[in-house]
């Protein structure tokens, strides 16, 4: 997991509350991806980034997800209001360039009650 | 488009013997395939990659893999199970110009004594 810091590691929030998840690459990179992993879904690309400007948020379910990524040190995913069904694992993944492979963070477990 | 299938959900070897996983994919350009693995709890971790140079891949821990155009596969073997590979394993695919990956649903592999 080096090279990818994601915080927090474990969110349990009330149905209805914002959650803001972070992630820190440490590492020099082009591309960043958020993705959501769920039993039913397995791994879903939500959006992603080339050199700080998002290029991708067709995975994105809806408007309550938003994502940002200021600067290349840091991206954040945010979601409001939150729902159950939010409830998964959602990894950030970076590559320093084309053919190189994602490198992934430990991810964050959202349980949303 | 493109996609990729794990032919197997779950995969039960016992300790010393070799391991096959299987995966097939299908893509309109010239892909580029990855084989990650996740353990318990854990981000997704590389093992190996397939990006249009030899045909016959190794990984890291003993693991290797071979792209075969003509049966669009690329499955992933090692000669020995060891008890730290029991792991979800998934197989991934980008095709040539573009860069979002494509999960498959994943192999549970399981090592028995």
């Known amino acids: 997991d080096a090279g990818v810091i994601q915080s927090p590691r474990h969110e349990v929030t009330e149905m209805g509350q914002e959650v803001t998840l972070r992630c820190k690459p440490i590492s020099g990179h082009d591309y960043l991806f958020w993705y959501r992993q769920t039993m039913m879904r397995g791994l879903e690309l939500l959006i992603y980034?080339?050199?700080?400007?998002?290029?991708?948020d067709s995975g994105m379910p809806e408007d309550r997800f938003s994502a940002k990524m200021p600067n290349a040190s840091f991206s954040t995913l945010k979601i409001q209001p939150s729902e159950p069904r939010d409830s998964a694992v959602y990894f950030c993944?970076?590559?320093?360039?084309?053919?190189?492979?994602?490198?992934f963070g430990s991810g964050t477990r959202l349980t949303v009650v | 488009a493109q996609s990729v299938t794990q032919l197997d959900s779950h995969v039960s070897v016992s300790e010393g013997t070799p391991v096959l996983l299987r995966c097939n994919y299908s893509s309109s350009y010239s892909p580029s395939l990855f084989w990650y693995v996740q353990h318990p709890n854990k981000g997704l971790q590389l093992l190996l990659k397939y990006t249009s140079a030899a045909t016959l891949v190794k990984g890291i821990n003993g693991f290797e893999a071979e792209f075969k155009k003509s049966e669009t596969s690329f499955h992933l073997t090692k000669p020995s199970a060891h008890m730290s590979d029991a792991a979800e394993y998934f197989c991934?695919?980008?095709?040539?110009?573009?860069?979002?990956?494509?999960f498959g649903t994943g192999t549970q592999l399981k090592v028995e004594l």
């Open positions: 993944a970076i590559e320093p360039g084309r053919h190189y492979g994602y490198t």
């Open positions: 980034f080339n050199n700080n400007v998002p290029i991708d």
């Open positions: 991934v695919v980008r095709e040539g110009g573009g860069n979002k990956l494509t």
